[in-house]
């Protein structure tokens, strides 16, 4: 059963950085590298949003709001992954979470309930 687990998250000024990483574990006859993996955001009254995507061949994807931004990266001898996020605002606060499918993505936008593998979550607040 994989799992996974996220640090990273705190409290921030508007403008300010942080870098989320999310540590995989539990892989059996399949490898990190075999996942797509994801980075979710859920504010509070929101739904959850996709944010951004690694596919197995290190191909990238982001969300509008985010891109130029926020950097998704993966680190297959460490199972981890990374989400370096730089100039950000009020509206990226919420709790960030980290989610695997093995192979593909299913696609863009991200649906999360397609992912059957989630962390924790970790809370970034940003103050303007």
């Known amino acids: 059963q994989v799992q996974l687990a996220e640090s990273g998250g705190g409290s921030v000024q508007a403008g300010g950085s942080l870098r989320l990483s999310c540590v995989a574990s539990g892989f059996t006859v399949t490898t990190f590298s075999d996942y797509c993996m994801t980075w979710f955001r859920q504010a509070p009254g929101k739904e959850r949003e996709g944010v951004a995507m690694t596919v197995t061949d290190g191909s990238t994807r982001y969300t509008d709001s985010v891109k130029g931004r926020f950097t998704i990266s993966k680190d297959n001898a460490k199972n981890t992954l990374y989400l370096e996020m730089n100039s950000l605002k009020a509206e990226d606060s919420a709790m960030y979470y980290c989610?695997?499918?093995?192979?593909?993505?299913?696609?863009?936008?991200?649906?999360?309930?397609?992912?059957?593998?989630w962390g924790q979550g970790t809370q970034v607040a940003v103050s303007s």
């Open positions: 989610a695997a499918r093995w192979l593909n993505c299913g696609g863009w936008p991200l649906i999360h309930s397609t992912y059957p593998y």
